[in-house]
């Protein structure tokens, strides 16, 4: 009998740490910064074309829930989980937009990510502050890469919903695979792999994960880029400034 009580016993712990840990994450995700009305302008203007912005600009309640959200940023606990910080990045980048729309290009305002500040957390950030200094360095994963958005066309596409810290592991998974698998983010040629600057911008990111950025590529397209032998040469690719506007050509 004793076996059997033993094996129960294990299975008994195993199952109040997984109960622990999903605790945790309902937790998490209760103190977390309300996404909701994020959730709500992300359904009404974002899409696989990009952002509508003329929609967003014209939609007096989505610009109030922008404006809602953007205002909780403000006072949002710095302690707060990754997902948090995510959405409150790309809604900064949003907000930033639209007030300022019809644009271009966010190249065409001085300063756009380095200069102007923006209230997150009790202190004025710019954004380049929020993604190096607190995304990049608190969190260390190479995945936020796919998940920030910068407001280009040659950014990985604005997620179309608010990031939940509960789910976050397999959504920032589906961001590599969708960016990984895409010919506009990685293409194959004849005798090397043109890649988004955005995966030279932030080499060491990927690196510091895999033994390599060709290796860190493969874990997300596996089928895709498994024939490439180590030596592959990766070059940088192009990249396309313009406004990520759904409206555009």
């Known amino acids: 009998m004793r076996p059997a009580i033993e094996h129960k016993s294990r299975l008994a712990r195993l199952c109040d740490v997984a109960l622990a840990a999903a605790l945790l994450l309902i937790a998490q995700d209760a103190r977390a910064l309300d996404a909701s009305p994020w959730e709500r302008v992300l359904s009404r203007c974002a899409g696989q074309r990009g952002v509508n912005y003329a929609k967003l600009k014209a939609d007096r309640d989505a610009r109030g829930d922008l404006a809602s959200f953007v205002h909780s940023i403000a006072s949002m606990s710095s302690s707060e989980p990754l997902a948090a910080w995510l959405n409150a990045?790309?809604?900064?980048?949003?907000?930033?937009?639209?007030?300022?729309?019809?644009?271009?290009?966010?190249?065409?305002?001085?300063?756009?990510?380095?200069?102007e500040r923006h209230r997150i957390a009790g202190e004025r950030r710019t954004l380049?502050?929020?993604?190096?200094?607190?995304?990049?360095?608190?969190?260390?994963?190479?995945?936020?890469?796919?998940a920030l958005n910068c407001a280009a066309r040659s950014c990985p596409p604005l997620h179309p919903h608010a990031f939940r810290q509960r789910t976050l592991q397999a959504t920032l998974d589906r961001l590599a695979r969708n960016v990984v698998t895409s010919p506009?983010?990685?293409?194959?040629?004849?005798?090397?792999?043109?890649?988004?600057?955005?995966?030279?911008?932030?080499?060491?990111?990927?690196e510091t994960e895999a033994s390599s950025l060709l290796a860190w590529l493969k874990r997300y397209a596996r089928s895709r880029l498994a024939g490439l032998p180590q030596s592959t040469p990766i070059v940088k690719g192009d990249y396309d400034w313009r406004l990520n506007d759904a409206r555009g050509p």
């Open 184 to 206: 506009r983010h990685v293409r194959i040629g004849p005798a090397q792999l043109a890649v988004s600057p955005v995966f030279f911008w932030f080499r060491k990111d990927f």
């Open 128 to 146: 380049d502050e929020i993604e190096h200094d607190i995304i990049r360095k608190r969190f260390r994963d190479a995945r936020v890469h796919m």
């Open 89 to 115: 990045y790309n809604a900064l980048v949003v907000s930033s937009v639209v007030r300022r729309y019809p644009l271009r290009s966010v190249m065409d305002i001085p300063g756009f990510f380095n200069k």
